[in-house]
């Protein structure tokens, strides 16, 4: 016989463990709400700090939009009391204040400078103004021509090494003999003969500072920005020295003056005198050479050829008959040739071709190639680029005679 007490017991410890189970689960439940909701406090107090940090940024912003500009000065001088000269870009002269802040070293004459609107106190002083035009006259990637580049110019390729590359590399040769290194080369010569490439070459072979710039670059509409790019050319290849100065098409500054003149051309001549005063003036140029191009040596200016300024002038003529061989053959090294390509034909069916005409045949004779789907180049191609380009070249220069005759 079954005593009833134990089913009671059982039936109780049974009910208990599920009571015990129940309430293990629901404390489970409330353990992972708990760290939920406390997973999204942690959240919503970061974004309130993210949000406050971007609030205190855009007061500062707007606290700082709403202070008054400031005037921009020029130092002029700084008194023995601390106190400063300036003048204003509004136009008068005041002695103010300095910020204590700003350090004596800085504030020298000349000096540009940020002054308070109000007392004109001087509150910071600023870098130098850089005109973007002239920075970007500087060539920072050195070009790809070098001298092995050039055909048929070893005299002048040997007058430039002399007269700019062994002045920047071995001062100390010109020292012992007691001499100065000329200031600078002039290069001459008709179109197309290869001027712009010996400045090139000489950017790759010096380790100075190249700036390179166009002679139309430096003619400005306005009166007195030509001769301040002139100043500002001069001045960052002083700061930047060793450096070398590359004015190609020299001739567009560089004309003769003349009495009759207009306006514009009053304003070319003031940019002239301000390139013959910074060739020839009182302030040492140092390590600076100047390096010039034109095809017009006719129409410069008999003040820019003088000893002093341009110390060599270099005369780069058409190719002769041994340069335009091997101009053809430096401008076919990377192109795939026929058998029978003869480069003394070719050089000798050329006459008074440039090598800009030879490297125009060159890329015509490629074209004639491509034209007929092959991957050589053959005589016959170069026969029919020469007749093409020459007759060019001959249309444009009876052109060009045709025009100056009826001038």
């Known amino acids: 016989m079954v005593d009833p007490s134990t089913n ?11 009571k015990v189970r129940q309430l293990e689960e629901r ?18 107090e970061a974004e309130k700090l993210k949000y406050e940090q971007e609030l205190r940024k855009l007061r500062s912003e707007l606290e700082r939009l709403k202070t008054l500009p400031l005037i921009i000065g020029t130092v002029l001088d700084v008194l023995e009391s601390g106190k400063v000269v300036i003048k204003s870009s509004t136009g008068p002269q005041f002695v103010v204040n300095a910020s204590q802040f700003i350090d004596g070293l800085y504030l020298q004459p000349g000096a540009r400078v940020a002054l308070n609107q109000q007392t004109l106190a001087v509150i910071g002083v600023l870098p130098p103004p850089k005109d973007p035009v002239v920075s970007g006259m500087e060539i920072i990637e050195s070009p790809s021509v070098d001298y092995g580049d050039i055909g048929g110019l070893m005299e002048q390729i040997d007058e430039l090494r002399e007269a700019v590359e062994l002045p920047l590399t071995k001062p100390e040769i010109f020292a012992k003999v007691g001499i100065e290194p000329p200031n600078g080369v002039l290069l001459h010569g008709p179109p ?13 072979r010096t380790n100075a500072t190249f700036i390179r710039a166009v002679g139309s670059e430096l003619v400005q509409k306005y009166i007195g920005e030509g001769a301040r790019l002139v100043r500002e050319l001069f001045k960052m290849a002083r700061e930047k020295a060793p450096s070398i100065i590359f004015i190609d098409e020299l001739d567009a500054i560089g004309a003769k003056r003349i009495e009759s003149a207009t306006s514009g051309d009053r304003e070319v001549q003031r940019t002239l005198m301000q390139l013959l005063a910074e060739m020839d003036g009182f302030d040492a140029r140092g390590d600076v050479k100047i390096l010039a ?5 006719d129409i410069l200016d008999r003040a820019l050829l003088r000893p002093g300024r341009f110390d060599r002038v270099v005369e780069v003529p058409l190719p002769d008959f041994e340069a335009r061989a ?18 003394e034909y070719l050089a000798s069916i050329t ?3 440039s090598g800009a005409d030879i490297k125009a045949i060159t890329m015509e004779a490629g074209m004639f190639a491509i034209r007929d789907e092959r991957d050589s180049i053959t005589a016959t191609d170069f026969d029919s680029a020469v007749k093409k380009v020459m007759m060019s070249a001959h249309r444009a220069k ?6 100056m005759m009826f001038a």
């Open 351 to 353: 006459d008074g071709a």
């Open 192 to 204: 197309g003969s290869g001027k712009t490439m010996l400045g090139k070459a000489v950017a790759k």
């Open 398 to 403: 009876t052109s060009h005679d045709t025009g």
């Open 27 to 44: 404390n489970r439940t409330l353990r992972s709400e708990y760290h939920k909701i406390e997973y999204e406090k942690r959240f919503i």
């Open 293 to 297: 191009a034109t095809n017009r040596i």
């Open 326 to 343: 091997e101009i053809f053959k430096i401008h076919t090294k990377d192109m795939g040739l026929a058998d029978g390509i003869d480069f």
């Open 8 to 18: 009671d017991s059982a039936d109780f410890l049974k009910y208990s463990l599920d």
